[in-house]
């Protein structure tokens, strides 16, 4: 079998400060992780650190996840290697204190979330709008473009005048989607503005681990966690595994 690796990412800069907290930085580090990467609740967290000799709060948790992890979260993006050249585009309904808003989201060929957007609209603008800030974000238009039988998307393109390979079925532009499972089991957004953070943050540390979850040996799959955890305490800065060998 041919053994899959992780290119080597650029160092980040900017090193996140945790000066002023009572818990040292992998602590902190450690219970976000959890917050963002697992589809449990926050009480849930509290127990398992409980469990780990970690006494606080879920509330803390929370409001650590709010001032800690969107700069994360940038960082892990401005690393990012390429995403390749084939874009699948999605959206779904969530619905946030009784009205309707919809999920847009862009997955790259291999898995990896490209950008997500919530709006309050499911037309040719929204779809645009999701189409601009993609391509300025990935700085080119992608070869082959992949989505539902949704018309807005075509509009969209003709209106900013792309000329790329788009593919439309009901199936092809289904990816895995953890974003939305976390949702389900959550069941707490309580506005679009949280939705937008929360699937944005929770995209980007999803991305450092998705080489995981595929077919791979054991062996395979434990270097490739080694290598997604050493990511992740390069942009934290704080010796995250200690914690969880612990």
Not at 72 to 101: P, Q, Y
Not at 111 to 135: C, E, F, I, N, T
Request: hydrophobic share 40%; proline share 3%.
């Amino acid at each position: 079998m041919k053994r899959t690796t992780l290119p080597q990412r650029a160092p980040a800069t900017h090193t996140i400060s945790y000066a002023g907290y009572r818990f040292p930085p992998d602590v902190i580090s450690y219970a976000v992780w959890l917050y963002y990467r697992f589809p449990l609740s926050l009480r849930m967290f509290e127990e398992l650190l409980a469990a780990r000799g970690i006494d606080l709060t879920y509330e803390t948790v929370r409001r650590w996840s709010v001032k800690f992890w969107l700069g994360i979260a940038r960082r892990i993006r401005s690393t990012a290697l390429a995403r390749g050249d084939k874009w699948h585009l999605d959206e779904v309904v969530v619905t946030i204190n009784g009205r309707k808003h919809w999920l847009w989201r862009a997955v790259g060929q291999h898995g990896a979330a490209l950008d997500v957007l919530v709006q309050s609209r499911r037309d040719r603008h929204a779809a645009r709008r999701l189409m601009r800030k993609l391509l300025k974000k990935r700085g080119r238009a992608p070869r082959v473009l992949f989505t539902d039988k949704l018309r807005s998307y075509a509009a969209a393109n003709r209106d900013l005048g792309l000329n790329v390979e788009h593919r439309q079925h009901k199936g092809l532009n289904n990816r895995d989607q953890p974003t939305r499972v976390r949702e389900k089991v959550m069941g707490r957004l309580k506005s679009a503005r949280h939705l937008q953070r929360f699937a944005w943050v929770h995209d980007q540390v999803g991305n450092l681990f998705m080489h995981c979850r595929y077919h791979t040996d054991a062996k395979q799959k434990r270097a490739l966690r080694t290598l997604a955890f050493e990511a992740l305490e390069s942009v934290t800065g704080a010796p995250m595994r200690e914690r969880l060998a612990a």
